[in-house]
């Protein structure tokens, strides 16, 4: 469906790019990684099958180039398209289209729009993938990291209206996504189907409140999940009699995942504040329920930007506590479903110190270190290739230079 849309639109931009105005515009990220970390490797989100470890000098993990192509077929409909080039896990070509739809705007309130589109979860969402357009080297892996899915192909429609001095917007939207997701090395894919999402923004002045929800359907097993049932069915009974219920709860398939969001910023004279907290959870024993969230604060000194984050995830860990099993002859597969329980489960603090130049209105160079608290079982943002997952704490730098024209 989704290729067939993008054609559609490549068509119909292709027919249209003679009889109309055509406005192009690029972005793109040269950032450097540095870790100290020989256990816990570093990366942006749970979908990267590369982590930056101790001895690394990484410019590929957070380094990205892409363009953005706007037409308008006329006053009411427009048609944009945004390629993103980026190390990516297991790429299908269509991974690089981040945004692909066609935009009615029938008057000043209303919007509706088709095709490939940004997931409305976060605060920073339609121009994520535009480093020069916030403050950080890199948007806080605690709440960003944790989710997978960079784009869903649906539509959303959106209302806008004037309240005195500010705007209300609200958006709903529907769709279907799917992503690689990686842990300790191995990738897979996880569809998401029947995404149904809303949000609500409050905007004024110098100052925005943000609430957002969005639940979908998880429609694939993942493949480790599935061996573990494969080998509890083997079990005799006499060793576990509920084997059978257990399976079916310890499962992702045709589970729904739900995700909440509240976020705010608040301009004061040189100073930005804002914060972002979000809460995670699923029909799935799998998926523990997971709470994150971080508070920032910016200081604007004629080109110079100082800044301070602090960020945190929270999670109960998987404990296995199945009634009347006799574990003993079974405590390496009771240690492997306790491994795949608890892949959710990250538990970590970061504090952040960063410098931001604007070098010129389109080119900025940032410069931050990171200090990450990783609580004993809670690794899920890092790729983690050793045995067991002590507590750690981590030291990350990251310069990064971008653009955008």
Same mark, same amino acid.
Request: hydrophobic residues 35%; aromatic residues 14%.
């Given at each position: 469906?989704?290729?067939?849309?993008?054609?559609?639109?490549?068509?119909?931009?292709?027919?249209?790019?003679?009889?109309?105005?055509?406005?192009?515009?690029?972005?793109?990220?040269?950032?450097?990684?540095?870790?100290?970390?020989?256990?816990?490797?570093?990366?942006?989100?749970?979908?990267?099958?590369?982590?930056?470890?101790?001895?690394?000098?990484?410019?590929?993990?957070?380094?990205?180039?892409?363009?953005?192509?706007?037409?308008?077929?006329?006053?009411?409909?427009?048609?944009?398209?945004?390629?993103?080039?980026?190390?990516?896990?297991?790429?299908?070509?269509?991974?690089?289209?981040?945004?692909?739809?066609?935009?009615?705007?029938?008057?000043?309130?209303?919007?509706?729009?088709?095709?490939?589109?940004?997931?409305?979860?976060?605060?920073?969402?339609?121009?994520?993938?535009?480093?020069?357009?916030?403050?950080?080297?890199?948007?806080?892996?605690?709440?960003?990291?944790?989710?997978?899915?960079?784009?869903?192909?649906?539509?959303?429609?959106?209302?806008?209206?004037?309240?005195?001095?500010?705007?209300?917007?609200?958006?709903?939207?529907?769709?279907?996504?799917?992503?690689?997701?990686?842990?300790?090395?191995?990738?897979?894919?996880?569809?998401?189907?029947?995404?149904?999402?809303?949000?609500?923004?409050?905007?004024?002045?110098?100052?925005?409140?943000?609430?957002?929800?969005?639940?979908?359907?998880?429609?694939?097993?993942?493949?480790?999940?599935?061996?573990?049932?494969?080998?509890?069915?083997?079990?005799? &009974? %006499? @060793?576990?009699?509920? #084997?059978?219920?257990?399976? $079916?709860?310890?499962?992702?398939? /045709?589970?729904?995942?739900? =995700?909440?969001?509240?976020?705010?910023?608040?301009?004061?004279?040189?100073?930005?504040?804002?914060?972002?907290?979000?809460?995670?959870?699923?029909?799935? &024993? %799998? @998926?523990?329920?997971? #709470?994150?969230?971080?508070? $920032?604060?910016?200081?604007?000194? /004629?080109?110079?930007?100082? =800044?301070?984050?602090?960020?945190?995830?929270?999670?109960?860990?998987?404990?296995?506590?199945?009634?009347?099993?006799?574990?003993?002859?079974?405590?390496?597969?009771?240690?492997?479903?306790?491994?795949?329980?608890?892949?959710?489960?990250?538990?970590?603090?970061?504090?952040?110190?960063?410098?931001?130049?604007?070098?010129?209105?389109?080119?900025?160079?940032?410069?931050?270190?990171?200090?990450?608290?990783?609580?004993?079982?809670?690794?899920?943002?890092?790729?983690?290739?050793?045995?067991?997952?002590?507590?750690?704490?981590?030291?990350?730098?990251?310069?990064?230079?971008?653009?955008?024209?």
């Amino acid at each position: 469906m989704l290729r067939k849309l993008i054609f559609f639109l490549s068509f119909f931009l292709h027919n249209q790019i003679n009889a109309n105005d055509v406005q192009w515009s690029s972005f793109g990220t040269l950032a450097l990684t540095l870790s100290d970390s020989e256990r816990y490797g570093y990366r942006r989100d749970i979908r990267s099958d590369n982590g930056v470890y101790s001895g690394d000098i990484d410019l590929e993990e957070f380094s990205l180039i892409g363009g953005q192509l706007e037409t308008n077929i006329n006053n009411h409909i427009d048609l944009v398209g945004q390629v993103v080039f980026r190390d990516i896990a297991k790429p299908e070509w269509d991974d690089y289209i981040s945004m692909a739809f066609m935009r009615y705007t029938p008057d000043s309130n209303w919007s509706f729009r088709l095709g490939r589109l940004s997931p409305n979860l976060f605060t920073i969402t339609e121009y994520r993938n535009i480093n020069v357009a916030y403050t950080w080297a890199n948007v806080p892996t605690e709440v960003y990291g944790i989710i997978p899915y960079l784009y869903y192909d649906g539509g959303d429609v959106t209302y806008s209206t004037r309240i005195n001095d500010a705007v209300l917007k609200t958006k709903f939207y529907l769709g279907w996504s799917d992503s690689t997701i990686t842990a300790d090395s191995q990738s897979e894919n996880i569809a998401l189907e029947n995404m149904v999402g809303t949000s609500l923004i409050y905007d004024k002045n110098d100052w925005n409140l943000q609430a957002r929800y969005t639940q979908g359907k998880l429609s694939d097993e993942s493949s480790a999940i599935s061996e573990l049932h494969r080998q509890i069915a083997l079990i005799p &009974e %006499v @060793i576990w009699p509920n #084997k059978e219920s257990f399976i $079916s709860d310890y499962s992702i398939k /045709n589970k729904l995942a739900k =995700y909440l969001s509240f976020s705010g910023q608040k301009y004061l004279g040189d100073w930005l504040f804002g914060f972002e907290l979000a809460k995670v959870n699923s029909e799935s &024993e %799998v @998926i523990s329920d997971l #709470k994150s969230g971080y508070v $920032s604060a910016a200081y604007h000194y /004629n080109q110079h930007t100082f =800044y301070s984050l602090f960020s945190k995830t929270d999670s109960n860990y998987y404990s296995f506590d199945e009634p009347e099993v006799y574990q003993e002859p079974i405590a390496p597969l009771i240690e492997a479903i306790e491994t795949v329980g608890n892949f959710y489960s990250s538990n970590q603090t970061s504090m952040s110190m960063g410098w931001r130049w604007d070098i010129t209105p389109s080119l900025a160079s940032k410069l931050q270190y990171i200090r990450t608290k990783i609580e004993a079982n809670g690794d899920t943002l890092w790729i983690n290739t050793s045995a067991g997952s002590p507590e750690e704490t981590v030291n990350t730098f990251m310069f990064t230079l971008s653009f955008a024209l």
